[in-house]
Structure formats: structure tokens, C-alpha cells
């Protein structure tokens, strides 16, 4: 690479699309030449204390997939893609030192192993580069929130009132522009597989409930078929509770996980749709879902590394346990209730869950079993494709009573499983055994 303009790079972590991109519109915009990062940090494929893997299969397969088809959209743009697979507080230094890059542009993150990530990495460069952070994952950006951060309502509703009253959603990045070929490094680099995650290989079960592959262009892909070709959205709050099929739900949980797309980018879609074809309680509610992630984002950020405390935000002192043979008999599905089963081994299977499986499992593991939800979260993390921090562990200490429910509530199990799973159907597709036999 010529050194006859100054190089910046784009750190990319859970923001991987190029549309409404904030990093990436800010660099294209320097007239540097411009290359972007990203890591397969291998502390993120470890075996956990709890004997599964940090990421295991299923997530892994999908990050590989986004990963592989951003190279190519970035490719288009004439921007490379490195890929790495140290820790980038590692990666990073030595390709600032290789390519005299002069500054970073990277989306804010404010969890604790991430966070360290990052204050590593400045330790590491030390004073002569520039960084260039900024918030670009909510749906209300936080300069937009009517609240200060310290200042976070712990209850969901005052915060979504308040934020529908006083807040607006920004409008789109603009669209990037592709930068000159001679922009390209001369080296290309391979996204890694599964194995050389040293993970076990994953196929896709068939008869998974979310049989996507990842990526942004599959993102939009999902979209166009749940509003447009089938009007789906028009219908989502009488369906959104089920348990069966492919289009119960959005599903568009797991490519925002990642930043495949954003929320902005699904919230005008939702605008679009009112306006084109219907707006309804169903067009209302996704948009309410959105304020949900949204919500669980704010409360992190407010609280920090206390939502991965045993006694949560609250600093409740509960009475837990850790017997990992009761934790193995949740994982494997060999527990005392048919629906809590169905669902595991549907997790275990397919790297998903709906939402209703997701609640009971996860009150049963804390309020029946009474183990230590943070074992539960962590196994949702290693699992889940759609996996996200703040959404996962928001959800797991609201539902052990630690988290933003103020009445405390236990599901139980078997009055959920007549109502949602009538009959025993989606038992009886995961198990040899229903609550009806």
C-alpha cells in the first residue's frame, strides 16, 4: 500500500452491514484511504467453567457466514476486510504499525470484556493514534433519550412513554460511496471455519424454526419476505407468542445481534409499511420489541458490570445453587417438565428459541431449580445464534427476580405449556414426551 495518504481503519465489532454504518461513513468520508477489522477473538470460542464452549456451533456458523458476505460488500466498496484471529488489542497494533494507520473509528460498546478490549488496545497504541468512538446501535440514540443515563426509569414502561412522547428516530447514514481500487490491500484473508474455531461442525436441523444463513443481505432478505410477500408483519402480535414454523416471529433478532442490520433500518421498513399497506396493534408491537432492546442497552450502560452479578441491578440476595447435574438435565432436555425439555433440545439442536421458551426455561432454571441464572445466561450465550449481551442477561435477571420486574413473577410452566403449546404439538416435534400424555 502507497503511503501518499494517511490510512484509517474501521474496528468492527457488533456493527457488521455497511448500510447505515457510522464508522464506516465517518472514515469514507476523510479522503484517507481506508481499511476496516475484524476479529475471531479465541477467548471468545473457549470452554466456559461450566464445560461449554463461550460460542459454540450454531452462533459461530452465523458470525462466519455475516462475516464472509460483509467482505464481499466491503470488497464492492473497494474497502478490504481484515480478518484476524488473535485478540485485537494483539491484531490491531500490529496493523497500525504495518500500514501507519493515524486513527480508529469504532462503535461504542459498554460491557465489561469488551470494555477491557478497548482500554487494553489504547494502553497498547499508547498517544500517537486518534480514536474515534461513537453510539451506534439504539434505536433512540442516547443525545436523543429525555434522560440522563444515571437517571434510567428501572421500569420499561416510563422509559417507553417517555421515549415515544420526546425522542425521534434518526433518519439513515447516506449510502457509501466505493473508494478508488487502489484503496484495496494486496493481500486477501480468509474467514476462518467452525473447526478452525477448534468448535464442533453444526448442520442445519430440519426442523428448525430459523433456517437462515447471516449476513445483511440475508437480513433484507428475511424483511422483504415478513412485510412484503407475505404481509406477516400485519399479523405479528397475534403470533408472536408461538412455537411452531418459520414465521410465527420476525425473527430478526439475530442479525441485529450482530449489527447485520440495524434497528433504524427496521423501523423505517416498519413507517413504510403503515403508510403502503396497514398500520395496526401488530405493526405497533415490533416497534414496541425495538424499544425492549433498547431498554435492556440503557440499563447496561446505566449499571454497568453489575447485570453480570449474582444479585443483579437489585443486589438481591437470593439463595442459589450450582449443581451442575441439575444444570446438565436443563441443557440436555431430562428435566421434570416435557415443555422446558422440548424447548432445550430445540435449543441445543438449532441455536434457537422463541421468546415464550425462552421465559419459561429460563424462570424454571432460576425459580424452580433455583440455580445460578448467570449458569443459564451463560448457556444461552454459547447457544443462542441471536445471542446479545445486553437483551440476555437484561431478560435472564428480570426473569430470577434480580432485573427491572418489579412483581417478581414465576411462570408456571405447565399452565404456559396448555396455553401456548395446545394440544402438545411442538412436544411432541422435540420430545417423545408432552405434558398431555
Known amino acids: 500500500m502507497q503511503n501518499d495518504k494517511p490510512t484509517v481503519m474501521v474496528w468492527l465489532r457488533n456493527d457488521l452491514r455497511v448500510i447505515d454504518q457510522k464508522s464506516l461513513s465517518l472514515a469514507t468520508q476523510t479522503g484517507s484511504k481506508v481499511v476496516a477489522y475484524y476479529s475471531f477473538d479465541p477467548r471468545h470460542y473457549q470452554i ?99 434522560f440522563e443515563i444515571n437517571a434510567l426509569p428501572e ?106 442490520i440495524s434497528p433504524r433500518q427496521i423501523y423505517w421498513a416498519i413507517k413504510t409499511y403503515e403508510k403502503e399497506i396497514k398500520k395496526n396493534q401488530s405493526t405497533y408491537w415490533l416497534f414496541f420489541e425495538l424499544i425492549w432492546r433498547d431498554y435492556f442497552k ?17 443486589n438481591k440476595q437470593y439463595t442459589w445453587n450450582t449443581s451442575m447435574e441439575k444444570v446438565n438435565s436443563w441443557i440436555e432436555g431430562l428435566s421434570a417438565e416435557p415443555f422446558v425439555n422440548a424447548n432445550m433440545i430445540e435449543l441445543k439442536k438449532t441455536g434457537w428459541m422463541s421468546n415464550r421458551g425462552r421465559q419459561n426455561v429460563a424462570s424454571y432454571f432460576a425459580k424452580d431449580l433455583l440455580l445460578d441464572w448467570r449458569i443459564g445466561a451463560a448457556y444461552f450465550e454459547s447457544q443462542l445464534i441471536d445471542y446479545d449481551v445486553h437483551s440476555n442477561y437484561g431478560n435472564w435477571m428480570y426473569v430470577a427476580g434480580v432485573g427491572n420486574d418489579p412483581r417478581d413473577r414465576k411462570f408456571n410452566v405447565r399452565l404456559q405449556a396448555e396455553r401456548y403449546d395446545e394440544g402438545g404439538k411442538f412436544q411432541r416435534l422435540w420430545t417423545q414426551k408432552t405434558l398431555f400424555e
Open 48 to 146: 466456559t467453567p461450566w464445560g461449554f464452549p463461550k460460542t459454540a456451533g450454531f452462533r459461530a456458523q452465523f458470525l462466519i457466514e455475516t462475516v464472509t458476505a460483509l467482505q464481499r460488500a466491503l470488497l464492492e466498496l473497494n474497502i478490504s476486510l481484515i480478518v484476524d484471529t488473535r485478540p485485537p488489542e494483539e491484531g490491531i497494533p500490529d496493523w497500525v504499525s504495518q500500514l501507519g494507520i493515524s486513527r480508529i473509528y469504532y462503535q461504542n460498546e459498554w460491557t465489561q470484556e469488551e470494555r477491557e478490549v478497548e482500554e487494553r488496545l489504547v494502553l497498547t497504541l499508547g498517544s500517537g493514534i486518534e480514536f474515534s468512538s461513537h453510539y451506534d446501535q439504539f434505536l433512540f440514540h442516547p443525545e436523543d433519550c429525555p
Open 155 to 260: 421500569v420499561f414502561t416510563l422509559f417507553r412513554k417517555q421515549c415515544e412522547k420526546y425522542s425521534k428516530v434518526r433518519r439513515l447514514g447516506p449510502e457509501l460511496s466505493a473508494l478508488p481500487k487502489e484503496n484495496l490491500l494486496a493481500q486477501s484473508f480468509t474467514v476462518p471455519t467452525v473447526r478452525d474455531l477448534n468448535l464442533e461442525s453444526v448442520e442445519p436441523h430440519p426442523k428448525t424454526a430459523f433456517p437462515f444463513r447471516g449476513g445483511s443481505l440475508q437480513a433484507m432478505k428475511r424483511l422483504d419476505h415478513y412485510f412484503w410477500d407475505t404481509n406477516k408483519l400485519s399479523f405479528y402480535k397475534q403470533t408472536r407468542n408461538g412455537l411452531l414454523g418459520v414465521d410465527y416471529s420476525s425473527k430478526l433478532s439475530a442479525w441485529l445481534a450482530n449489527g447485520s
Open 298 to 314: 440503557y440499563i447496561a450502560l446505566k449499571h454497568q458490570h453489575a447485570i453480570f452479578k449474582l444479585g443483579g441491578i437489585l
